[in-house]
């Protein structure tokens, strides 16, 4: 696992170093609980400034085109999103409050997790494609997308209790 700052200033070097001490063993909790592997993942420890473009750069790395989101994302700690190679991890330190970074790191791992799930990669690029403009997803589609994405946000959010374990 790659752990990357990407315009971070000093103020937020804790939540950096905390991510770094954490990333491996929480890695291991998650496989462990949910039986499955997670994959190549890189984290970008980022500001809020930086936040949204780099999700955004990635997503275009992945479409290989220069097209913007017709969407855009509303304010998180953290997103977790496809790479050409595996699945990016994009925190956010400044919104990211010191108790709240382990809990983090743990929920964005469950979603690396549900990426690599049958159908689920291949549901996700077809959502990015869609918010870009490249390919039309239909309403019924849409609907029984954002119905899976809502079980695994709330997968993500029962798993969050594994973060008490991190040392």
Do not use: C
């Not at 700052?5 to 909790?29: C, N």
């Not at 919104?95 to 799930?117: I, K, M, S, Y």
């Amino acid at each position: 696992m790659q752990i990357t700052p990407y315009r971070l200033g000093s103020r937020h070097r804790p939540g950096l170093a905390r991510i770094e001490e954490i990333a491996d063993q929480a890695v291991r909790l998650v496989q462990a609980k949910l039986r499955e592997q997670i994959g190549r993942v890189e984290i970008i420890v980022t500001d809020t400034q930086n936040y949204g473009d780099n999700i955004l750069a990635a997503e275009q790395r992945l479409l290989g085109t220069r097209t913007r989101s017709r969407y855009s994302l509303p304010p998180s700690l953290a997103h977790t999103t496809l790479s050409p190679t595996g699945t990016l991890i994009v925190i956010d330190a400044q919104a990211t409050p010191d108790h709240e970074v382990d809990t983090t790191v743990v929920h964005e791992l469950v979603h690396a997790v549900q990426f690599g799930r049958p159908g689920v990669r291949d549901a996700v690029l077809a959502g990015i494609r869609n918010n870009h403009g490249i390919d039309k997803v239909g309403w019924l589609a849409a609907h029984r997308e954002n119905r899976k994405v809502a079980a695994h946000e709330r997968e993500a959010v029962r798993l969050e209790s594994l973060a008490r374990k991190l040392r």
